[in-house]
């Protein structure tokens, strides 16, 4: 489609919210307007393609193509993009530039471009970057647009970036799954074994993680408190918890005996300590906060900042950044001023002649280049509450709060530390003690009393060890005598790597390095250009996805609370094990962060042609690693996976046998424990109770402390197996008197059994509506990255 020479602009929005922001700027007639609605073209089925790619066979793989074919796709209500994709053919025609208008970044240029190249267009294309809707940052967009002749070039390198990542999902998706679930999955195992080039290493981290917590063993570690009594009459205790912990009990018994003994002068020491504010939100900092505070998942605060960014009263969300560019330092005044007239609560700290503080640099907020997209913050528009939903605000107040804090003075401690030391056999050792009163809030004002409670750990990490708390202490001179009257030992337990919640997921894959103890690993991950966003896994776009995906795959399950922890199955843990035993790069977290950075420099590329060169180099990366990987699993052996932890096929749960739900009811009497819901109606609901209550008990041998002891069922399984044998007419074997195991075959062995069907005499239908087939109602929306995350046709 060639561009004629007519003065015709289109501007091309990601959608209508967007267009009509900034169609109140337009008043040359020669200007036109169209929206998407998200993406408009979705990548077509293998089977469309080539109908013997269709059934899932592994002698067809590996199903390798120099592009990916698209078709028209479908919006959320299941209408063709097809209308759509024809006015904007239409509205092309006379046209002689093409304005690229759609949300800053890699997704927002893909939703353009692929419909250009769909379309064929070959004009002018430049790129619009709105980092916000407000009016401020819509003028600024079109000025940084009038000096950047270059920026549709730059744009189509970002395009191609988007492209690439596309590219290997696909066919990874496709190729892996197929090969993975025919070749290495157990044949018990119904549902695909799903596989993608950042699931897969994310699922990784968490095995690893799950790994070192079952391997974890509890150690006793100790600590040495001395209650002193001073020459003025105070009394205080002071604490010996050195950073290498005390393990060996002989060792604190003599540090507590030396300490018992002590007189002397102690050591005062007084300073002010100056607490800084915390840094602002990128989209992954914000979803953990969120997931803290209000429980959500991290896919309802990206809705919620998106729509706060449509409707212009926030920057862009989908950033990796917690800093904002210098040039930004004149806007503060303006929008402190609209947003403290918002948050009334806080007003009252925002003065008409307050003067608010700057602080440059990496332990500030404003750098010189932030990156790609700014930290999230308010904007000199606000809204009014009554037109925000209860969340949306929630959502507004937490970000607005932020920025208003970063622009406050420091908080100042008065903080006072005691110590002495106490000579022992070996060495001298110190005991102390601190606490801290708040001479100046500062910004801590904003939070009231919960800005302690708001530091953030790093997560998948043990618990540090509790300092001692900030309290005032008694009035103690330096160099003041005291003497010890009592010295005592307290014991504490070291504790287990902390499971990763579902709100701190997406900050532990772009933060990866935080997740590592190698040196050199750490190294490798290392960013020279921006070190304050280090190589990680996938994108800010995309990181809140990945979580859903390893839920669906039944590789992860979710604990309760606001937060829930995740931890790994045991089909994740096995499928994890296949993927490194069989090809070891696609289960590296840390390789596979090295190469998104390699597919990173596409969209960096600084010409179109460079750009082209680089995608093309990736794509033929990608083909290289995936025959290489077809050749792996075609070597590999299936995986074998416990019944058990299979899980039971979805829509497939039958009633338990009464038999079952007799021994259940017997058991909760005896056991003093309520029937969980659904055990009389669910088999998988019934089975799991009686799998925990029967199976949590140990005979009286292995409580006395004989680990060896052959386990004895209980009486209310022995009931129920000879209750089985007699519905059957056979003879309970005589193993299942004496083993616990052998009688939980057969109880399973006998349920099972009792499952199959028999024919039932014929009853009159009722009236009303006929069944429905939910599996003929599946289908498909909008653009979809992985083709092959559907059950395999039997």
Known sequence: MPAPNTGRTLFFFEKPSAMRQLQRFFRSPNTVCIAAEGHLLRADEPGSIRPEWKPWRFDALPIVLDTIPVSCGQNRSGQSHAPKLASIRQALLGVERVIIATDPGREGSMIAWEVLEHLG?????????????DDVSIRRAFASLAKEPASGDQDYAAYLEALCRQYEDYLLGLNGTRAISLRLRPPAFREPWRFGGVQTPTLAILANLEDRICAFVPQDFFKIGMHLDTETGAALTLWHTPKERILDPNVAEAIRQAAATWSGPMMVEQKDVRRSPPRLFSKDTLARRCAKRFGWDPQRTAALAQELYDQGYLSYPRT???YLPEGQIGDVAAIVAAVAGVLTDVSHLFPVSFKPVIRRGAKGHYVKDPGEHHAIVPLRKVPARERLSAEQFRLYELVAKAYLA???????????????DVSTPDSSKRF?????????????AIYGGDADAEADVVPGKAR???EAPLVRLPSVRDSEAASASAAEITTAVTEP????????????MGRLIDQVEDPEA???????????????????????????????SNYIALGTGKDPAIEVTGVGLAFIAAVRQVFPSYGDPVGRALFEADLAEIGQASNRAEAERRAGAFQARTRTRLNDLIRAISNASVIELDPSLIPPKQGADRPPTPAMVSFAVSLAKRMGVRLPRGCTTSMRVCRTFLDTQAGSRVSQQEQAGEPNAVRAPSEAMLRYARRLAEQHGKACPPDIETHFDACRRFLDSGAS???TPTKKPERTKRKGKPPTDNSSRRGTRGAKRNPDTRRPTP
Do not use: F
């Open 121 to 133: 267009w070959r004009g002018r294309v430049d790129r619009l970057k709105l980092g916000a809707l």
């Open 320 to 322: 990796e950044s917690e």
């Open 406 to 420: 970063a622009h406050l003075p420091d908080g100042i401690d008065a903080r006072t530390g005691i110590s002495a």
């Open 432 to 444: 102390s003690v601190s606490g801290s009163v708040v001479r100046d809030p500062g910004w801590r």
């Open 464 to 466: 540090r060890d509790q």
């Open 497 to 508: 790597p902390r499971r990763i919640t579902r709100g701190e997921l997406p900050v532990v």
């Open 522 to 552: 750490k190294r490798a991950l290392e960013n020279p250009v921006n070190p304050n966003e280090p190589k990680g896994l996938g994108t800010a776009a995309t990181r809140d996805s990945i979580l859903p995906k390893l839920l669906k």
């Open 753 to 755: 059994a009792a499952l």
